[in-house]
């Protein structure tokens, strides 16, 4: 431990101005998030500042080579290392905690309420940011090395999401917002055991060629299961998470071949998807909302068509009548398939997944420009134009919060709410502002209805005999 101390001294006297440029951008940043909509900037500043710094502390005692001066010296790895993390805690993670703490307290949140929150949002900074930066750091032997594959990974990174989308695989890309928390916890898991692992062995064995090997292992196999892997795997852990049960066999699901069309998109080679789709026999009191949607279409030949996903809207009322929900999805067919089976009868299979939402909760108050508390963490207020705004500390609350104005109709914040069982996300800002498209110029008197997700469930179907070009007619 007094090692441990010792080197945390000796790197506290040498980065003392790059711990003067972090602190000071911290407080920029708290200051300009309690005066600010939307500094975006200041975080981006921030995090490259804080990068910085830990790169900085690293190459201290850099690993790779064999000349080091503190290579003679009787350095424990272990006291080293725990010198290294124990600086990022304190001169890293502590300010920004700071920070956000303040910038609660502020904007009238509990920082008592919001503590789990506030350290799991510091837990991610520490698992996602500064473990894996030290990690990069301890492969590079100064900060122009470490500069180079810092900037190749990020353009590697984005380069990666516009070649997807160059080459049309839009199912990547269209994950349902509800359960992306699940391939986002994979991909940290991958990442975290990666960097753990590298400084285990450059700082117990300094095998910076096995580190570096690991290294772009680990991020390739990351890459390969963030791109490939399936949404519904996703919804069947979800489904697993469940806080209660729903028997969903009484429910009958069919799609609707009159209301079906397929409309040529030559430009992006894909041809669109309407479909829609009805769930009859719904239960008085039962809400549900649709989270996603798959079909395949298949040939007799054996070839066959997968979507990746579509977009989903469900509208508020029945128009089946009672007990019925309607649900219309749009998306994108591969245009060789449609030019080749077009004229041919398919087989159409189809999961619809859903959600069923319970336990409402409503409140009704008189809102004004400054935020009022309302229900569950919200803070409700109307901008300058009478839109309602309401804002939530660390991450929106796992609820469908609907608004409505006097006789107006009910207009909901989000239905791409997330499914995540933790406290919070990874954002340096921790207020998220929502907005809901309803007017108070008529009322000030609002009411809130917040419903909370209870089951998570599939429902399939399958129609034969189905001729894309009969469905094709009104396509110009």
Request: proline fraction near 5%; aromatic fraction near 10%; include cysteine.
């Amino acid at each position: 431990m007094r090692q441990t101390l010792h080197i945390f001294g000796k790197d506290v006297r040498y980065l003392w101005r790059e711990i003067c440029l972090v602190l000071a951008l911290d407080a920029m940043f708290a200051w300009i998030e309690t005066h600010s909509p939307d500094p975006w900037w200041a975080e981006m500043l921030l995090t490259a500042a804080a990068g910085y710094l830990v790169a900085r502390l690293i190459h201290a005692e850099a690993i790779p080579g064999d000349r080091q001066f503190w290579i003679t010296r009787p350095y424990r790895w272990k006291s080293l290392l725990g010198a290294k993390l124990l600086f990022v805690l304190v001169f890293v993670n502590l300010p920004i905690l700071i920070a956000q703490l303040l910038i609660l307290m502020v904007n009238g949140f509990s920082p008592v309420s919001n503590l789990p929150g506030l350290l799991w949002s510091q837990v991610l900074m520490i698992i996602v940011v500064s473990i894996p930066i030290a990690a990069l750091a301890a492969v590079t032997s100064g900060i122009v090395a470490f500069i180079f594959p810092a900037l190749i990974l990020l353009a590697i990174g984005f380069g990666s999401l516009e070649m997807i989308w160059f080459l049309h695989l839009r199912q990547v890309l269209e994950w349902p917002v509800q359960v992306g928390w699940v391939r986002d916890s994979v991909a940290v898991v991958l990442l975290v055991a990666t960097a753990l692992s590298v400084l285990y062995i450059q700082y117990r064995k300094r095998g910076t060629l096995l580190s570096r090997s690991l290294a772009l292992g680990g991020a390739a196999l990351g890459v390969a299961v963030y791109v490939y892997m399936p949404w519904s795997l996703a919804f069947a852990v979800q489904s697993r998470l469940s806080k209660q049960s729903f028997d969903g066999s009484s429910l009958q699901i069919g799609l609707d071949p009159n209301v079906m069309k397929f409309l040529p998109r030559p430009m992006l080679k894909h041809v669109e998807v309407d479909l829609s789709i009805a769930v009859s026999r719904v239960p008085d009191g039962v809400d549900l909302e649709a989270d996603a949607l798959a079909v395949s279409f298949q040939g007799a030949n054996g070839r066959t068509w997968k979507s990746g996903g579509y977009d989903l809207s469900t509208p508020n009322t029945n128009s089946r009548g009672r007990g019925v929900i309607i649900v219309h999805g749009a998306g994108l067919m591969d245009l060789s398939f449609f030019n080749e089976e077009r004229a041919k009868p398919l087989n159409v299979q189809g999961s619809l997944y859903l959600t069923v939402f319970g336990n409402p909760r409503s409140r009704t108050v008189l809102l004004r420009e400054t935020p009022t508390n309302v229900m569950d963490g919200l803070q409700c207020y109307t901008d300058i134009f009478g839109e309602v705004l309401c804002r939530s500390a660390l991450r929106w609350p796992g609820l469908v919060v609907d608004v409505k104005v006097g006789g107006t109709d009910t207009k909901s914040f989000t239905r791409f709410i997330s499914y995540s069982p933790f406290p919070a996300d990874m954002h340096f800002n921790p207020i998220e502002t929502g907005r809901a498209l309803v007017s108070t110029q008529s009322s000030r008197e609002v009411t809130f209805i917040a419903k909370e997700p209870l089951a998570h469930f599939r429902l399939d179907f399958q129609v034969r005999g189905v001729k894309l070009a009969e469905f094709a007619a009104a396509a110009k």
